[in-house]
Antibody, heavy 119, light 107 residues
Framework: QVQLQESGPGLVKPSETLSLTCTVS????????WTWIRQPPGKGLEWIGYIYYTGSTNYNPSLKSRVTISVDTSKNQFSLNLSSVTAADTAVYYCARGQRGSYTNLDYWGQGTLVTVSS | DIQMTQSPSSLSASAGDRVTITCRAS??????LNWYQQKPGKAPKLLIF???SLQSGAPSRFSASGSGTDFTLTLSSLQPEDFATYYC?????????FGQGTKLEIK
């Protein structure tokens, strides 16, 4: 059974960098696309971007200047860095896996982690 | 970006009812449309992909159809566990975008 688990600080100060890691268990990170999605409290879902296990990425243009997604196949992990955060970046952050061959059909998700941006 | 609009935003129904949720794209997306179910405090769950394909493990009372710009998700006989928020997502182009959600509540 594939499982994803987000980890990282739950509180980040304004202007600093939000850093999260998603650890994948139950399957290899190879041969799949891996995505970050976020959901502000009480609001809808926003796609942040994806990374393929080879390292190729695609980001939401609305966040592109601040986002970096990286992968560590040796640890079966991928990570999200979001720089210069503001209160508007407060959200539950989810990592997810795309079905084989798809970066959009998200068939496995982490439980999500709430990140609050506040001083 | 492709805008996705769901209707209604909320819906009250009873167990055993048949309900339909619609999703409209701001431009044609062929059949590149997914549906997710999200319960409070939980991650979304993929129900339908490619407009009408039932995801493994999803109950057969869920069905969906559509192509181009107009799509529907139908729940044939509501069960207590179906009360949740449903999101459509276009997978035609990046950035992938979601509808605003339809909250299905118990009447």
């Amino acid at each position: 059974q594939v499982q994803l688990q987000e980890s990282g600080p739950g509180l980040v100060k304004p202007s600093e960098t939000l850093s999260l890691t998603c650890t994948v268990s139950g399957d290899s990170i190879s041969s799949y696309y891996w995505t970050w999605i976020r959901q502000p409290p009480g609001k809808g879902l926003e796609w942040i971007g994806y990374i393929y296990y080879t390292g190729s990425t695609n980001y939401n243009p609305s966040l592109k200047s601040r986002v970096t997604i990286s992968v560590d196949t040796s640890k079966n992990q991928f990570s999200l860095n979001l720089s210069s955060v503001t209160a508007a970046d407060t959200a539950v952050y989810y990592c997810a896996r795309g079905q084989r061959g798809s970066y959009t059909n998200l068939d496995y998700w982490g439980q999500g982690t709430l990140v609050t941006v506040s001083s | 970006d492709i805008q996705m609009t769901q209707s209604p935003s909320s819906l009250s129904a009873s167990a055993g009812d048949r309900v339909t949720i619609t999703c409209r794209a701001s431009q044609s997306i062929s059949s590149y449309l997914n549906w997710y179910q999200q319960k409070p405090g939980k991650a979304p769950k993929l129900l339908i992909f490619a407009a009408s394909s039932l995801q493994s493990g999803a109950p057969s009372r869920f069905s969906a159809s559509g192509s181009g710009t107009d799509f529907t998700l139908t729940l044939s006989s509501l069960q207590p566990e179906d009360f949740a928020t449903y999101y459509c997502q276009q997978s035609y182009s990046t950035p992938c975008t979601f509808g605003q959600g339809t909250k299905l509540e118990i009447k």
